[in-house]
């Protein structure tokens, strides 16, 4: 069974920053694309950012030029750098990764991160 294990959210300052980072474990053949949401309280969950196999990288509006995705392959692990945070990035973050295994090209979630914006 392929797992994902997040780590780094917490309770930051605004302004300040957090690295984010996903972990994928399993009977993996490879991982395709690989991406980050967020889901704040009373709302849909919604793309941060997505990088491909290949390094082809997409961001939200709101993401641009304070977040970086990131992914080493090697590892099976995903960064998201984030500065400059807002109060408004409060969410929980998930990691999503389009993996093959045996059974084909599957889409996985991760348990789910909380980032806390405040001061």
Same mark, same amino acid.
């Given at each position: 069974?392929?797992?994902?294990?997040?780590?780094g959210?917490?309770?930051?300052?605004?302004?300040?920053?957090?690295?984010?980072?996903c972990?994928a474990?399993?009977? @993996?053949?490879? @991982?395709?694309a690989?991406?980050?949401?967020?889901? /704040?309280?009373?709302?849909?969950?919604?793309?941060? /950012?997505?990088?491909?196999?290949?390094?082809? @990288?997409?961001?939200?509006?709101? *993401?641009?030029?304070?977040?970086? @995705?990131s992914?080493?392959? *090697?590892?099976?692990?995903?960064?998201?750098?984030?500065?400059?945070?807002k109060?408004?990035?409060? /969410?929980?973050?998930?990691?999503?990764?389009? /993996?093959?295994?045996?059974?084909?090209?599957?889409?996985?979630?991760? #348990?789910?991160t #909380?980032?806390?914006?405040?001061?």
């Amino acid at each position: 069974q392929v797992q994902l294990v997040e780590s780094g959210g917490g309770l930051v300052q605004p302004g300040g920053s957090l690295r984010l980072s996903c972990a994928a474990s399993g009977p @993996i053949f490879s @991982i395709n694309a690989m991406g980050w949401y967020r889901q /704040a309280p009373g709302k849909q969950r919604e793309l941060v /950012a997505a990088i491909s196999s290949v390094g082809w @990288i997409n961001y939200s509006d709101f *993401a641009k030029g304070r977040f970086t @995705i990131s992914r080493d392959n *090697a590892k099976n692990t995903m960064y998201l750098q984030m500065n400059s945070l807002k109060p408004e990035d409060t /969410a929980v973050y998930y990691c999503k990764v389009v /993996a093959t295994t045996s059974f084909g090209a599957t889409d996985y979630w991760g #348990q789910g991160t #909380q980032v806390t914006v405040s001061s």
